[in-house]
């Protein structure tokens, strides 16, 4: 039985490349919905509304009760917990101007997108208690102790991630308990999720989360990374971009049925195409 899962934030409204996401995913025998609202600055409870009204719309039902992340949070400190004790996170100081800054100096680790700045500080409960911090995987150590990440695509293809995907990530960050890559491991664990469908963009994400996956010893799903849907001429859709929402569709008398049943075979509205693999 091949169980997969909606996981949109409630940051925005949804937009046609969320719908196309709903409707390859619900072709699974179940389908979960998994509200992933754990960044503060950006979540908003009306836009959890939005995303019910939407799915209702397109006629796209869910299995089981709907995970709220915001309400787990407790699951994501143990698994921190366990990579806290095997020594593969350290904790991180560094200001968003702090990396900024010493990525442009002369010494900064390429590609990881962080220079490795807390990396190897002797560990310091004082400073730890009195300082704002985040968790950073050693992505390091963490590849020397799994291996670089493969992952299996639905169409049988694997793939291998280069280690510059993976870099320090954020698995707990200052103002939210667990980042998404930490909870979305958890998550898709403790709710048996077998294939993960989501846009080609989040590519990166996998090689992380696959690691994560290796690191706490949990099942490996298929992965299914579809193209990402796009305005006709080659721009992307923006949550910021307000006309492809699919709220805005259905004031202007668009059948959201209609819409899903189009997208299931491939069929995009006129103005927009998929890009190319
Ligand atoms: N919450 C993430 C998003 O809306 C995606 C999640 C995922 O499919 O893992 O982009």
């Keep these: 039985m091949r169980v997969s899962r909606f996981a949109p934030s ?3 409204r949804l937009h046609l490349g969320h719908a196309y996401s709903a409707v390859l995913g619900r072709r699974a025998d179940r389908w979960l919905l998994r509200i992933e609202d754990l ?6 409870p009306e836009f959890v509304g939005g995303i019910m009204e939407d799915l209702a719309w397109l006629g796209l039902e869910h299995d089981g ?6 309400q787990r949070t407790a699951l994501y400190a143990a698994a921190l917990k366990q990579l806290r004790a095997e020594s593969l996170v350290y904790p991180c100081f ?5 990396i900024a800054a010493s990525l442009t100096a002369p010494h900064g680790d390429a590609g990881s997108g962080y220079p490795g700045t807390c990396r190897g500080l002797a560990d310091d409960p ?7 911090h985040s968790w950073r995987l050693d992505g390091g150590k963490a590849i020397a102790r799994a291996g670089l990440p493969v992952w299996q695509e639905a169409d049988g293809t694997s793939f291998a991630s280069a280690p510059d995907q993976i870099g ?9 308990p667990s980042s998404y890559h930490l909870a979305c491991v958890v998550d898709d664990a403790a709710t048996g999720v077998t294939l993960v469908v989501r846009g080609a963009d989040l590519r990166p994400s996998t090689s992380v989360q696959r690691l994560l996956q ?9 992965y299914l990374h579809h193209p990402l849907v796009m305005h006709a001429d080659g721009r992307r ?7 492809p929402t699919l709220a805005a569709m259905r004031v202007a008398g668009i059948d959201g049925r209609e819409l899903a049943e189009k997208l299931r075979t491939g069929l995009l509205p006129y103005g927009f195409r998929l890009a190319e693999a």
Aim: charged share 30%; hydrophobic share 35%; with cysteine.
């Design 10 to 12: 409630p940051t925005g």
């Design 39 to 44: 960044d503060p600055g950006r979540s908003r």
């Design 65 to 70: 009760p709907t995970l709220v992340q915001s």
């Design 94 to 98: 560094c200001t968003r101007a702090d």
């Design 126 to 132: 004082e400073r730890r208690a009195a300082t704002p």
């Design 168 to 176: 320090d990530a954020v698995l707990a960050r200052k103002d939210a």
């Design 214 to 222: 290796v690191l706490l010893g949990l099942p490996e799903p298929t």
């Design 237 to 243: 859709l923006a949550k910021r971009d307000q006309a």
